[in-house]
């Protein structure tokens, strides 16, 4: 399962925030800073990787609530999510309970095979 820390938007409990790459990509946490994180980012949004960007003209809240971030959030709804993701919020604590992600899609948890990206 995926329980996006980066999409936590339940009152008083702790979840990762957006961040800013050297670069001017935003990206939806720390995680994806890192380059082989970023890469499979850019496998996914192929040319719309320029929509996340800081010169998109798009404000960080457009930026969340885009088509892009949304990607981003549908690969834990299938039986490949990226690795990053896996990786980094495959704990249950990570977002509690909420239905929600603070783009507004509907969270469907599922339970992910162990050997992706393994």
């Known amino acids: 399962m995926i329980y996006p820390k980066c999409k936590n938007i339940i ?3 702790s979840g990762n925030a957006m961040g800013v790459r050297y670069d001017g990509y935003v990206i939806p946490c ?3 800073g890192i380059e082989f994180a970023f890469d499979e980012l850019k496998e996914l949004l192929g040319d719309d990787i320029k929509n996340i960007h800081l010169k998109s003209g798009k404000t960080l ?3 969340n609530k885009s088509k892009e971030f949304q990607r981003i959030e549908e690969t834990w709804n299938t039986n490949t999510p990226l690795r990053t993701c896996i990786g980094a919020c495959s704990d249950p604590e990570h977002v509690g309970t ?3 992600t603070s783009t ?3 969270t469907v948890r599922k339970h992910i095979n162990k050997s992706i990206g393994e």
């Open 30 to 32: 720390c995680f994806f």
């Open 61 to 63: 809240d457009e930026i």
């Open 11 to 13: 009152k008083d409990s």
């Open 104 to 106: 507004g899609a509907d």
């Open 98 to 100: 909420a239905d929600k």
